[in-house]
T-cell receptor, first 112, second 113 residues
Framework: DVKVTQSSRYLVKRTGEKVFLECVQD?????MFWYRQDPGLGLRLIYF???????EKGDIPEGYSVSREKKERFSLILESASTNQTSMYLC???????????FGAGTRLSVL | TQLLEQSPQFLSIQEGENLTVYCNSS?????LQWYRQEPGEGPVLLVT?????EVKKLKRLTFQFGDARKDSSLHITAAQPGDTGLYLC?????????????FGQGTILTVHP
């Protein structure tokens, strides 16, 4: 079974802190994605990566950056957390040519 | 940017009732997927439809892709409390999109015993 693991289920951070969200997949997938999920807005794509060290902006990249140094790991970075970044963050991965995405369980981030 | 409008946003029904969730866009998608998400978990794929007019059945769930590949529907027959969850449609534009998906806003379904 494909497994996508997000390092934390819950995080509480202070405004201005630098926050790292980690995601690891064990199926050698080329593509990895970071979304945020807010009620009534569905999933919105923050960044995605189609190869090691490659990244592209999604629909809402402002205030976020990403890092993919190894194929299995994709990190989301909040450079200076703000209260409007309080949300559920979901990581997903997929094979290069496929569009079926496998999701982690999510990280619920609260920024106080 | 492609958009997917999903409706209704909320559905609260009694066990045994039928329901339909709609997903509409002005854009053409090469494929469309339906995911189900339970509280505290990530979305899990239910089905992918790729051909205009395609109908797929998964037990009591029937999925249809519009002829023009711009819309889709999910119909549940005789809903059960175990069907409770968030249902999401997601479209793929195809081409060199690297498997990116555009998600609808989601439908929160509650089935009461």
């Amino acid at each position: 079974d494909v497994k996508v693991t997000q390092s934390s289920r819950y995080l509480v951070k202070r405004t201005g802190e630098k926050v790292f969200l980690e995601c690891v997949q064990d199926m050698d997938h080329e593509n990895m994605f970071w979304y945020r999920q807010d009620p009534g807005l569905g999933l919105r794509l923050i960044y995605f990566s189609y190869d090691v060290k490659m990244k592209e902006k999604g629909d809402i990249p402002e205030g976020y950056s990403v890092s993919r140094e190894k194929k299995e790991r994709f990190s989301l970075i909040l450079e200076s957390a703000s209260t409007n970044q309080t949300s559920m963050y979901l990581c997903a991965s997929s094979w290069g040519g496929a569009n079926i995405q496998y999701f982690g369980a999510g990280t619920r981030l609260s920024v106080l | 940017t492609q958009l997917l409008e999903q409706s209704p946003q909320f559905l609260s029904i009694q066990e045994g009732e039928n329901l339909t969730v709609y997903c509409n866009s002005s854009s053409v998608f090469s494929s469309l997927q339906w995911y189900r998400q339970e509280p505290g978990e990530g979305p899990v794929l239910l089905v992918t439809v790729v051909t205009g007019g395609e109908v797929k059945k998964l037990k009591r769930l029937t999925f249809q892709f519009g002829d023009a590949r711009k819309d889709s529907s999910l119909h549940i027959t005789a809903a059960q409390p175990g069907d409770t969850g968030l249902y999401l449609c997601a479209g793929n534009a195809g081409g060199t999109s690297y498997g990116k998906l555009t998600f609808g806003q989601g439908t929160i379904l509650t089935v009461h015993p």
